[in-house]
């Protein structure tokens, strides 16, 4: 399988606990990003990574949330000590390099539901 | 701050009628825009974008999209709906220059009636 690859696909944590979720994007994608959904709702952006650089963070990413890009490989993002208002889909995409607005290739999301 | 507005939340049509989505977008400069779906179960597709050039944009599945600058609107439309066309439709944007971001619209669920 050649695309976007997200795990796990379901986490129910309880409120106050830790979750650390993986994207694995395109192997020759350079960009990365994450996205929140809630029902109802489009996804909403929350950070973006150019290889290793966080280039771009929102401000809907608290200082509760924070991600990583190591090697400009995988991905990571933690939400640590979680709130019920955090349960939602995460979703992580993936772009190539190459002109602006190249689009992005989106993975099956991480459901988190906070308990 | 810029926004992504679709018309309809939820849209119900019988097979072999036209759909007609709208969006609409708020930011003054070069964008790029997009129309993804995420069918039940799966994950969001792109089913097409809008760079520059011809304003009328075809795209996978017999879509279409017309950019309109002048009314800021990028709306889908397709003649003839199938009942394998019930899904999520988002409409988003990303902005020409600098960041890479990509707004999305709230999303519209169609349902096709067979």
């Known amino acids: 399988d050649t695309g976007v690859s997200q795990d796990p696909r379901h986490k129910i944590t309880k409120r106050g606990q830790n979750v650390t979720f993986r994207c694995d994007p395109i192997s020759e994608h350079n960009r990365l990003y994450w996205y929140r959904q809630t029902l109802g709702q489009g996804p909403e952006f929350l950070t973006y990574f150019q290889n290793e650089a966080q280039l771009e963070k929102s401000r809907l990413l608290s200082d509760r949330f924070s991600a990583e890009r190591p090697k400009g490989s995988f991905s990571t993002l933690e939400i640590q000590r979680t709130e019920q208002g955090d349960s939602a889909m995460y979703l992580c995409a993936s772009s190539s390099p190459g002109r602006v607005g190249t689009e992005a290739f989106f993975g099956q999301g991480t459901r988190l539901t906070v308990v | 701050a810029q926004s992504v507005s679709q018309h309809n939340h939820h849209v119900i049509l019988s097979e072999a009628a036209s759909l007609e989505l709208g969006c609409n977008y708020s930011y003054g400069g070069t964008v790029n825009l997009f129309w993804y779906v995420q069918y039940p179960g799966q994950h969001l597709q792109l089913l097409l974008k809008y760079f520059s050039g011809d304003p009328l944009v075809k795209g996978i599945k017999g879509f279409e999209a017309e950019f309109i600058k002048s009314k800021f609107s990028f709306n889908l439309r397709k003649p003839s709906v199938q009942w394998s066309d019930t899904a999520e439709y988002f409409c988003?944007?990303?902005?020409?220059?600098?960041?890479?971001?990509?707004?999305f619209g709230a999303g519209t669920r169609l349902f096709v009636k067979a």
């Open positions: 988003a944007v990303s902005l020409g220059t600098g960041g890479f971001k990509t707004i």
